[in-house]
């Protein structure tokens, strides 16, 4: 840790602390959380779970799109927004200052947009120390008690496969990992959170479903290509095509797999 990073998470206010990191590269260009009475209307993370309002959510923003539009490939960008408010400055203050968020369902919030999309977390404040450092545990707030059930839900009232929900959520979770590591004022911050997206089975048994999320291949470039596990089903919208580390294009393949 750098003299920079001590300066930072020695700031008695935790927000304060967070937003010190949003300020500077590499985390500059991300959304900043919310803390404290939201001055919008917002949504309590509680009623993401309600099948019934999850349901006319999904319905809203699949309708944003168009006639006859794949219900499914809408459900799984709406997720996208949601996962990136959530998971990344949740990760982010987890690995870099050694915080829990409170991003359990019953107290965060999320503000929409036009179109029902998740647009702005709000949280009600800088949370707390973590309880463990293990990697196995650290995250389980995030992981276990906010995303697991949503995911469920999503794929109830969608009809995806849970699975493509648990690659969008791990696209980002994995990003968090690396841009931690390369943080220049900490040394290999991410490096808990990289173990665990390799872990294949967790401490208690439980297949671990965000288990290398993402690929780097070697596909003949000057450094590997970074390209996701599953396709996010995004080209099943209007004039939407394949995301750039989707799986499905043919140059994101390995050429004995091309053949």
Request: proline residues 8%; hydrophobic residues 40%; contains cysteine.
């Amino acid at each position: 840790m750098t003299h920079a990073a001590e300066l930072i998470t020695r700031q008695a206010d935790p927000v304060e602390s967070l937003l010190a990191l949003y300020r500077q590269p590499p985390l500059d260009d991300l959304k900043v959380p919310a803390f404290g009475a939201p001055d919008v209307a917002t949504l309590p993370g509680s009623a993401l779970l309600d099948r019934a309002m999850l349901d006319e959510l999904l319905a809203r923003y699949t309708a944003s799109f168009g006639e006859g539009v794949d219900r499914m490939a809408a459900a799984s960008i709406w997720s996208k927004y949601l996962f990136s408010l959530v998971s990344i400055p949740s990760l982010v203050a987890n690995l870099l200052l050694g915080r829990a968020l409170p991003v359990q369902p019953e107290v965060l919030g999320v503000e929409l947009g036009d179109r029902d999309e998740a647009t702005r977390l709000w949280l009600r404040d800088g949370g707390a120390s973590l309880a463990s450092l293990n990697f196995e545990t650290r995250f389980t707030t995030l992981f276990d008690d906010f995303c697991a059930p949503l995911i469920e839900a999503l794929a109830e009232c969608s009809g995806l496969s849970s699975k493509v929900f648990w690659s969008n959520l791990g696209h980002y979770v994995e990003y968090v990992g690396q841009t931690c590591s390369r943080h220049p004022h900490f040394t290999a911050a991410g490096e808990p959170l990289l173990r665990y997206l390799d872990t294949k089975t967790l401490a208690d048994g439980r297949r671990n479903p965000l288990y290398q999320p993402v690929r780097y291949l070697e596909l003949g470039g000057d450094i590997p290509t970074r390209v996701r596990r599953l396709c996010c089903v995004k080209y099943r919208l209007p004039d939407e095509p394949l995301c750039g580390g989707c799986p499905l294009k043919p140059e994101n393949k390995p050429a004995k797999k091309r053949r």
